[in-house]
Nanobody, 115 residues
Framework: QVHLEESGGGLVQPGGSLRLSCAAS????????MGWFRQAPGKQREVVAA???????YIGDSVQGRFTISRDNAKNTVYLQMNGLKPEETAVYYC?????????WGQGTQVTVSS
């Protein structure tokens, strides 16, 4: 059983910053890739950023230059540093991990960008 615990969401003003964390726990052999997705009301879930166990990362075009993904393999944790947040980025942010080649999702954390 694998559990993903997300934290760090909340309310922030436009232009502000937040850092999301996602920690994996449970019984498994290896965590392959970890990443973040988001889903705004009425929209499809979209990938924001991802990072492999070897440190190769992907950042979505819409957040390039503002968001950074990092991973602490010793803590089985992935972080998403979000700077310059925009109101249209209000969404539920989900952590996803590929663990022993099986996909797992966190419960989601709300990020609201509003003045």
């Amino acid at each position: 059983q694998v559990h993903l615990e997300e934290s760090g969401g909340g309310l922030v003003q436009p232009g502000g910053s937040l850092r999301l964390s996602c920690a994996a726990s449970g019984n498994y052999f290896a965590i392959n890739a970890m990443g973040w997705f988001r889903q705004a009301p009425g929209k499809q879930r979209e990938v924001v950023a991802a990072v492999t166990s070897g440190g190769r990362s992907y950042i979505g075009d819409s957040v390039q230059g503002r968001f950074t993904i990092s991973r602490d393999n010793a803590k089985n944790t992935v972080y998403l540093q979000m700077n310059g947040l925009k109101p249209e980025e209000t969404a539920v942010y989900y952590c996803k991990a590929v663990v022993d080649r099986i996909e797992h999702w966190g419960q989601g954390t709300q990020v609201t960008v509003s003045s």
